[in-house]
């Protein structure tokens, strides 16, 4: 796990928010999908979301630094 967060600490800020916005997209697409009962996608979905958090939080991080 710490290996995840790692990779994303040393991405710039652009990349995060890119990121940020892809994942953001990656939920919603497995969301929609878990509506229409794949079930694949509940893993999928669960992992996404954790990483969304992680790179949020790291957003959230280096704003607060810069303050």
């Known amino acids: 796990m710490p290996s995840r967060v790692e990779k994303l600490r040393d991405q710039d800020t652009a990349e995060l ?4 916005n892809e994942l ?6 497995l969301r929609f999908q878990l509506s229409t009962g794949q079930a694949e996608a509940v893993t999928k979905l669960r992992s996404a979301r954790k ?6 939080t790291l957003l959230r991080e280096r704003e607060l630094r810069k303050q």
Request: aromatic share 6%; no cysteine.
């Open 17 to 20: 928010a890119a990121r940020q």
């Open 51 to 56: 990483d969304l958090a992680r790179v949020k």
């Open 24 to 29: 953001a997209e990656q939920v919603f697409r």
